[in-house]
C-alpha cells in the first residue's frame, strides 16, 4: 500500500473514532443522561429541595444551621429585636448571651431559661405550635423597659 492509502485510511479511522464518540456519548437533556446505568458516577440532587445547589452524593441530612445569637447588655437587646423563622414541625435553635443575670421567657411555648455572664441561655424547641411567639428579658421588663429581645415565627409546614 502507497504512502497516501495509508495516510488516506488512518484519517478515515479517525473521522469513524470521533463520529462513533458523537454518537454514542448522550446528550444534555436526554434520556440516556438521566439513566443510572450509562454512568457510576452520576449523583440525583434530593427530592422536595427547592435550593437545589447541584448534585448530593449521599440521602444524609444537613447539618443544622447554627443557632441565632441574641446579645444582652444590660438587659438590653444589641441590635434589632431578631426574627428567628421556623416551619411547623421543626427545631429553632437560638442561644442569648448577656453580661448580666436575666431570665429569658418564650411566650406560647411557656420556655424560661437562666442567662448570666459566661452561661448562655441555649433553646432548642421543637415548634408545634404555629405563630409569632415573643421572647423576652424579664429583667429589662422588671426594670420598666421595653422586654422584647426576639420572635420566634412558626409557619405552617
Known sequence: MSR???IGLLALAAVTAVMAFVLARPEEGSD??????????????????????????????????????????????????QR??????DTARFV?????????????????????????ARFEIETELEGVFEIESHVAEDAGREPLI?????EPS
Request: aromatic share 2%.
Open 32 to 81: 440516556k443522561a438521566d439513566d443510572p446505568s450509562t454512568s457510576s458516577a452520576q449523583t440525583t440532587p434530593s427530592e422536595g429541595n427547592d435550593n437545589d445547589d447541584g448534585p448530593t452524593a449521599t440521602a444524609e441530612s444537613a447539618p443544622p444551621p447554627p443557632p441565632t445569637e441574641i446579645r444582652l447588655e444590660a438587659g438590653e437587646v444589641q441590635g434589632a429585636v
Open 150 to 154: 426576639a420572635r420566634l415565627v412558626v
Open 96 to 120: 442569648v448571651i448577656s453580661d448580666t443575670a436575666d431570665d429569658i421567657h418564650l411566650h406560647g411555648y411557656d420556655t424560661v431559661k437562666e442567662v448570666a455572664p459566661g452561661k448562655p
Open 84 to 89: 428567628i423563622e421556623a416551619k411547623a414541625g
Open 4 to 6: 497516501n492509502g495509508r
